[in-house]
Each structure stands twice: as structure tokens, then as C-alpha cells.
């Protein structure tokens, strides 16, 4: 026979029990149970008992308790099994379940944890401590309630956000192909009778008239290179990456023989390049991209040179594509990684400003970062790391 509780019943107390919280009592001693539903009922509790853990069950199944309140030593199913069952019944995981025992070893307690408790309570029972233990308990679960409506509302807004992008996605994708042939189309076409207008009446027109067509030609292949640079970017962006083994060293030394015609006087030297996990296609660009800036911008110099490596810093690979050009003043290197920003004019250089745009969203996709250092008229230096592909 389990211990009486001791009945010092103060006045409600606090917004919990002013809500009437129905608590489960799973007691298989009659007195006990009289005594504790006499307590719970007095500080404003509504009660439901079970004589036994089978009962238990079945009651909580029935009634859906907002608390348990459990005795261990029981004949057949103790409390652990009643415990660790109510643990696996629909709503069961975040239920409050308290434990009355009278055994307080080390083993006990740390058993009626492992199936599942929420606390636990020796016998003789002080109602007082009681009372604001089961209050405590139920703010806990509520706040847990709380947050796990938090959470699905959360995830509700975040269905709706994405749905949201998707469809702006689709939108941006159909305007991107509404770009590639509405602008295209009639570009290549002012761009073409330019060009044959300008070979085959160049010598009727005033000197003012050949500055003008030239100008016509020059601005829409210029106009031509941006779209496909912005369609380009677009692609980068949107593209599923394809994961494989990537040989850097052996793109770098394709590129650089596609490149020669940049900068036929620059010598180029790839040191060892460590292999990576990657989009291929994407990493061939991002060097193509720097390689051919690095050619571009060095191609003033007297002895153009430029250097492909890697190097590293604590555990990680740093990639590196560095010439001895033009260069650029520190203050601005974050510009040149926004969309149209460039450094030097289109008259010293030509460009579009959307390469090193798309060189660092490859890369961030590919979970790495890219930054560059430089001195004005002493060359620059990408470094770029490569981590794990988006």
C-alpha cells in the first residue's frame, strides 16, 4: 500500500489552474486516490482517475488529459510501462506526465527519465509542492503548445514564400527567353546591316557619318554581349548543379591555350591544382572568367604574366588567379562583384561588368567565398575556396 498524501490545500493560485486543467490520476490505492482528487478538485482542478495502468490508458485515450499524474508501484503494468505507452499514443510525446513513487534511488529516478517522465515526486506527498508542480509543468506544455503552433504557422509562411519564388522564378525564366529573343533578334539585325552598310558604303559617308556607324556597330555588339551576359548569369543562377570529380589543373591548361589570342605575349604559368567536388561546367567558367580578365587587364604591360595556384590556410584550399596589370585601388574591390560595377573605363578596357558577378555566385553555390587584392598598376589577385555544392 503506497504512503497517504499529507492535504494542505492553499487557495487557487495563478492563470493555469483559474483554466480548469483536467489532470489524469492513475492510482491503484483507493485511499490515496480519494485523498489526491480531493486535493486537485479543491486548488480548482478537474480530475479523471484510473485504478490501474491499463485503465490509465484507455482513460487517456478517452478524456485527453492536460497532465498526468502517476503512481509507480502498480500490480500488472507499473508506471514506467504506463509511462513509456503514454509516450507512443497520439499526442503523447509532449504530454506532462508526473511521477509519485516512494522510490528515490539513483536507479529509479534515473528509469522513470529514460521511459519518458516530464519530473517526478516522492511520496508522502506535501500538497503545496504538489500543486505548484503540476502548475509548473502545465505553463511548460503550454509554452511548448505554443511554440509548436509558432512553428507551423512559421512553416506555413514559409510554404507560401516559396511558392511565391517559384512563381517568380517561372516569371523571371519566361522573361529571361522573352529577353534572349525579342532583343536579340532585332540587334542582330541593326548589328548586321550596320556591318554591311559599313563595308560597302563606308566610302560615301562624310568622315562625321563613318564616326557615327561605328559607333552604331560598336554599341549593339556591345548591347549583344550584354544580354548574353545577363542570360548567362540568369542560367548560372537557376541551374541544378551537377556534382563530379573536377580536374582544375587540366581546365586551367585548356583555357589558357582557348585564351592565347587575348594576350599572345603573356606568359602563363599553372602551378598544382588540387581536384574538387563540383559543377563542372561552372568552374570551367569561373576560371575562364578570371583567366580572361587576368589576359585583359595585364595586356598593357610590357612583360604580361600571369599565375594560376593554390595555397593553404588552415585545413582549406585557397585557389588563386593573379597577373601583373592594370590593377585597381583597394577602396573599390567590393564594387566589382556587383552587377554593371566596373573599375575602368570601356574605352581602356572593354566589359560588361557581369563576369565577376557570375565568377561569385558559381561560387557561393558551390558553399565557397571570393575576394581580390590589388595595388593600382602592380596587377590583382582573385582567391576564391570551394566548399561543399548548393
Known amino acids: 500500500m503506497n504512503a497517504l498524501a499529507r492535504i494542505n490545500t492553499p487557495n487557487v493560485v495563478g492563470d493555469v489552474a483559474s483554466k480548469k486543467r483536467l489532470v489524469l490520476l492513475i492510482e491503484d490505492e483507493r485511499t490515496q486516490r480519494v485523498v489526491l482528487r480531493t486535493a486537485?478538485?479543491?486548488?480548482?482542478?478537474?480530475?479523471?482517475?484510473?485504478?490501474?495502468?491499463?485503465?490509465?490508458?484507455?482513460?487517456?485515450?478517452?478524456v485527453q488529459p492536460d497532465i498526468v499524474l502517476?503512481?509507480?508501484?502498480?500490480p500488472g503494468m507499473d508506471g514506467f510501462a504506463v509511462c513509456s505507452a503514454l509516450r507512443r499514443q497520439p499526442g503523447g510525446d509532449r504530454l506532462p506526465i508526473l511521477i509519485l513513487t516512494v522510490l528515490n534511488d539513483i536507479e529509479s529516478i534515473n528509469r522513470a527519465y529514460e521511459v519518458g517522465a516530464t519530473d517526478f515526486i516522492t511520496?508522502?506527498?506535501?500538497?503545496?509542492?504538489?500543486?505548484?508542480?503540476?502548475?509548473?509543468?502545465?505553463?511548460?506544455?503550454?509554452?511548448f503548445k505554443d511554440l509548436a503552433k509558432s512553428e507551423a504557422e512559421l512553416a506555413r509562411r514559409v510554404a507560401e514564400r516559396t511558392a511565391e519564388l517559384e512563381t517568380a522564378n517561372r516569371e523571371l525564366e519566361a522573361f529571361t527567353y522573352s529577353v534572349s529573343h525579342d532583343l536579340r533578334a532585332p540587334l542582330r539585325a541593326i548589328n548586321?546591316?550596320?556591318?554591311?552598310?559599313?563595308?560597302?558604303?563606308?566610302?560615301?559617308?562624310?568622315?562625321?557619318?563613318?564616326?557615327?556607324?561605328?559607333?552604331?556597330?560598336?554599341?549593339?555588339?556591345?548591347?549583344?554581349q550584354l544580354i548574353d551576359d545577363m542570360l548567362e548569369f540568369s542560367r548560372v543562377t537557376r541551374a541544378t548543379l551537377k556534382g563530379t570529380n573536377v580536374d582544375l589543373h587540366g581546365l586551367a591548361k585548356g583555357i589558357a591555350e582557348e585564351l592565347?589570342?587575348?594576350?599572345?605575349?603573356?606568359?602563363?604559368?599553372?602551378?598544382?591544382?588540387?581536384?574538387?567536388?563540383?559543377?563542372r561546367a561552372m568552374l570551367r567558367q569561373v576560371l575562364a572568367n578570371l583567366m580572361g580578365n587576368a589576359l585583359k587587364y595585364s595586356a598593357k604591360k610590357d612583360k604580361p604574366r600571369i599565375e594560376i595556384g593554390a595555397t593553404s590556410s588552415e585545413g582549406e584550399t585557397i585557389y588563386f588567379v593573379r597577373d601583373n596589370g592594370a590593377g585597381f585601388d583597394?577602396?573599390?574591390?567590393g564594387n566589382m562583384f556587383k552587377l554593371f560595377r566596373r573599375l575602368h573605363r570601356e574605352s581602356e578596357f572593354p566589359g560588361t561588368g557581369v563576369g565577376l558577378v557570375i565568377?561569385?555566385?558559381?561560387?557561393?553555390?558551390?558553399?565557397?567565398?571570393?575576394?581580390?587584392?590589388?595595388?593600382?598598376?602592380?596587377?590583382?589577385?582573385?582567391?576564391?575556396?570551394l566548399g561543399k555544392a548548393k
Open 40 to 62: 486537485l478538485e479543491r486548488d480548482g482542478f478537474e480530475v479523471e482517475v484510473a485504478e490501474n495502468g491499463i485503465k490509465g490508458l484507455q482513460a487517456y485515450a478517452s
Open 70 to 74: 502517476l503512481d509507480v508501484r502498480m
Open 123 to 143: 511520496k508522502p506527498v506535501a500538497w503545496p509542492v504538489l500543486g505548484h508542480r503540476l502548475r509548473y509543468m502545465l505553463r511548460a506544455s503550454d509554452a
Open 192 to 224: 548586321g546591316f550596320a556591318t554591311l552598310l559599313s563595308a560597302t558604303e563606308m566610302m560615301a559617308l562624310s568622315p562625321a557619318g563613318q564616326g557615327l556607324l561605328g559607333r552604331v556597330v560598336a554599341n549593339a555588339t556591345r548591347m549583344t
Open 260 to 279: 592565347r589570342d587575348i594576350n599572345p605575349a603573356a606568359e602563363v604559368e599553372i602551378g598544382p591544382l588540387p581536384a574538387v567536388n563540383g559543377d
Open 330 to 333: 583597394k577602396k573599390y574591390a
Open 359 to 385: 565568377v561569385k555566385r558559381i561560387i557561393e553555390r558551390h558553399g565557397g567565398k571570393v575576394w581580390a587584392e590589388s595595388k593600382v598598376g602592380e596587377g590583382a589577385c582573385f582567391h576564391f575556396t
